[in-house]
């Protein structure tokens, strides 16, 4: 059974930084791409960044490019989502995911 499990949001003051971290079990981890999405209150949930299963290849969202950086580490099978100077409009529920199995998500809430 493919699990994702999400960790490390909270709450941060605009500019400062967190570091997400999605740990995947039941599948073969470094074979997978995986992405990090994000759905804010009243709004359609987004992709925002995602890397490929040997970590050489990425991709960022506009919105998230410069400030956000994504990397792995797959002999723990955790993907990571640097975020820096956070905005109030990075506040969401952070998601990762790979082939269509979504994790719990974990509650960024950036403070003006």
């Known amino acids: 059974e493919v699990q994702l499990q999400a960790s490390g949001g909270g709450l941060v003051q605009s500019g400062g930084s967190l570091r997400l971290s999605c740990v995947g079990s039941g599948f073969t981890f470094d074979g997978s791409a995986v992405g990090w999405f994000r759905q804010a209150p009243g709004k359609e949930r987004e992709g925002i960044s995602c890397?490929?299963?040997?970590?050489?290849?990425?991709y960022y969202t506009d919105s998230v490019k410069g400030r956000f950086t994504i990397s792995r580490d797959n002999a723990d099978s955790t993907v990571y989502l640097q975020m820096s100077n956070l905005e109030p409009e990075d506040t969401a529920i952070y998601y990762c995911?790979?082939?269509?199995?979504w994790g719990q998500g974990t509650l960024v809430t950036v403070s003006s």
């Open positions: 995911n790979t082939a269509g199995q």
């Open positions: 890397i490929s299963g040997g970590g050489s290849v990425t």
